[in-house]
């Protein structure tokens, strides 16, 4: 009889804490703070943009909040953003 193995254990990522600056900023929609960058969202929160001095996509304008989050802990955790912002050398 075959011998059951244990489940391998993947373990959860980690959570920061998205704190709500103002719940009406200057683009209609919150402020937010995550991870020492500012997130601003329009109304109903479908645009954001991130800001974060030294960020090379600060400035940046995206769709909901959670995806500059994303890019902020690329930056601050693998030091990078994601293959699609790099420009490719031209032919």
Known sequence: MAQMQEPMLIPEPT???????NAEG???????RYRG????????????GLFLAGHPLDGAN?????IPMSHVDLGIDEKRI????VAKPQK
């Open 62 to 66: 995206f769709g909901v909040p959670e």
């Open 82 to 85: 994601p293959g699609h912002y």
């Open 37 to 48: 960058a500012r997130i601003e969202c329009g109304r109903g929160s479908h645009i954001s």
């Open 15 to 21: 959570r920061h804490e998205v704190r709500v600056e």
């Open 26 to 32: 200057p683009w209609g929609g919150p402020t937010l």
